[in-house]
């Protein structure tokens, strides 16, 4: 992609109304903008990154069997009416009406259709166990929508709803779901910490929510501080729970050993048993042809709160630091004297050599920004610092008479020097 030709309109100027990091960063480097309150845009550069993330999910959802659909965004009132939550989800829903003067609302979560859309297909326990999940935009009309998108109104949410035929299967369900997360976050460059949770309007009796820590985070979170290092099996049960759980009287973690960290809530998981498949009479036929009502749990990720978590706990004072596994891009080439020709001609080279010729069928390897603005050199750095692609290739009249280019690491600042055909060798498309 061309820079000249890339819609990201960076700014450097802080926006007053943004406080924390992750926002005043994702306004300034024109990843999102605000529609309405809690409401964004999705520029290029943004949506680049949830696709990156939604891989991620996709791919580990997968190792688990869970399978992705679209369950819908307008919903029918009557199954909210049927499972006894449209009155109790109060003000945080936004009901509409349809021409026919029909109730209906926008998803703020999908345990209702889930069951619907079982009842309807699975009569026989063989169809168990099932896992279905979506990644789809929901609404919940936040009181105080705050700090950008990681408590915005529309968010984009990864949702998924599992059925078994008794409790070892719904717990068993809900284990490898835990386990798929902690992979998926880790993928993602974050250390989770998963905490006792619980389970408010969803409902149920056992819950996780998974944290980021950042000093912004909206929870307290109290843990055992041997957690960080808890092997994948134990991370389920040391202790840990956020300052609504947490009570210390109760706690059976002495003072010396507890640490106290705020954190952002990036997923969160419920174990509900048969509340909403007896509720809508959802159930199957057991070998001796007996009702029997599946026990569920359903799995959320926030995606787009994710990407503000991610940063939050991945930037410095100059811009974000995007960690390889979610980058907008790959690389990022900066060709510093846009006017000299040997420049030209080694970025040039470059670019091509990355993005592969047009014969070349092997899928793209590494994706790269070429920044061919005709602009100052400063500008190009401060534009690239501050959309933190993990590597810069830096193009500039000097090292290039030596058949030099540099290699600059977002993160660490360390910068080597290499040729261009090493660049090439390195980032190149294998075909
Ligand atoms: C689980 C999946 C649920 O809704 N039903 C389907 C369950 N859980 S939840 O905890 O309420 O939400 C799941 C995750 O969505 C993110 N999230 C938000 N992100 C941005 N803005 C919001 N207003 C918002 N509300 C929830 C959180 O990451 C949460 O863990």
Request: net charge neutral; charged share 25%.
């Amino acid at each position: 992609m061309l820079f000249s030709n890339f819609f990201a309109p960076t700014s450097k100027d802080t926006p007053a109304d943004a406080k924390i990091a992750s926002h005043i960063l994702m306004l300034r480097s024109g990843m999102v903008s605000q529609a309405a309150s809690g409401i964004y845009y999705w520029l290029p550069l943004a949506t680049r990154v949830l696709e990156k993330i939604s891989r991620i999910i996709d791919e580990e959802q997968a190792r688990i069997n869970s399978q992705k659909m679209y369950f819908t965004t307008i919903q029918s009132a009557d199954l909210w009416i049927e499972s006894g939550r449209y009155e109790a989800y109060g003000k945080e829903m936004l009901r509409l009406k349809d021409r026919k003067d029909g109730d209906f609302l926008y998803s703020p979560t999908n345990e209702e259709q889930a069951t619907d859309i079982f009842r309807k297909y699975v009569k026989s326990y063989r169809g168990l166990p099932l896992c279905l999940y979506q990644i789809h935009w929901k609404f919940r009309d936040e009181i105080r929508p705050r700090f950008g998108v990681m408590r915005g109104r529309e968010f984009l949410m990864k949702d998924a709803y599992s059925f078994d035929i008794n409790f070892e299967g719904a717990k068993a369900s809900y284990m490898k779901m835990f386990q798929a997360y902690i992979r998926t976050f880790r993928r993602m460059g974050l250390t989770p910490i998963p905490v006792q949770a619980d389970s408010g309007a969803i409902g149920g009796n056992m819950s996780h929510e998974f944290q980021i820590l950042a000093e912004t985070g909206e929870s307290t979170l109290y843990y055992d501080k041997k957690l960080p290092t808890a092997s994948d099996e134990e991370l389920m049960n040391i202790f840990a729970v956020t300052n609504e759980k947490y009570d210390p009287n109760t706690s059976s973690i002495p003072e010396n050993e507890l640490m106290v960290s705020k954190g952002v809530e990036v997923g969160h998981i419920f174990y509900f048993g048969t509340k909403y498949s007896k509720a809508m009479n959802a159930f199957v036929l057991d070998e001796n042809g007996n009702k029997l009502y599946p026990e569920m749990g359903s799995y959320g990720i926030g995606v787009s709160r994710l990407i503000a978590a991610i940063i939050e706990s991945s930037h410095d004072e100059r811009g974000i630091i995007w960690p390889e596994a979610v980058a907008p891009f790959d690389v990022t080439l900066l060709n510093l004297h846009h006017k000299n020709e040997k420049c030209r001609e080694a970025a040039q080279k470059i670019y091509e050599a990355i993005n592969g010729h047009r014969k070349c069928s092997a899928p793209t390897q590494k994706e790269v920004l070429y920044d061919d603005r005709e602009i100052s050199i400063g500008e190009k750095f401060a534009d690239a610092d501050l959309i933190g692609i993990p590597w810069q290739v830096i193009v500039g009249e000097k090292k290039i008479k030596n058949n030099l280019v540099e290699l600059k690491n977002r993160k660490t600042g360390e910068i080597i020097e290499m040729s261009p055909e090493e660049i090439i060798e390195r980032f190149g498309k294998k075909c």
